[in-house]
């Protein structure tokens, strides 16, 4: 299990920013994460943003954890938020 909080939100926006591919869909998979802090979200936020703005479809797989740290303020829909990766995949090829 890992965490995505102010330790490693910096690392984490810049490995993703390094592989985002413009015209390709983004999934990111969190499934595996046991701690989110607000400034994990607001890497994720900024991630989601920059796709937004590139017209890049973007979604994001939660564990319980982090589905309900996202749900909590309310971001389960601007971020795409997935149950499972197989669902994310399947929304992709949708």
Do not use: W
């Not at 937004?52 to 740290?69: E, H, M, S, W, Y």
């Amino acid at each position: 299990m890992g965490q995505l909080d102010a330790y490693s939100d910096k690392q984490f926006g810049e490995f993703v920013a390094s592989h985002r591919g413009t015209g390709q869909s983004l999934v990111i998979d969190l499934s595996h994460i046991d701690f989110i802090d607000s400034s994990g979200l607001g890497a994720l936020v900024q991630i989601a943003k920059q796709c937004n703005a590139d017209q890049q479809q973007f979604l994001v797989v939660g564990n319980a954890r982090v589905v309900q740290t996202v749900k909590l303020v309310r971001l389960e829909e601007f971020l795409h938020l997935q149950p499972d990766l197989d669902t994310a995949l399947g929304n992709l090829a949708a």
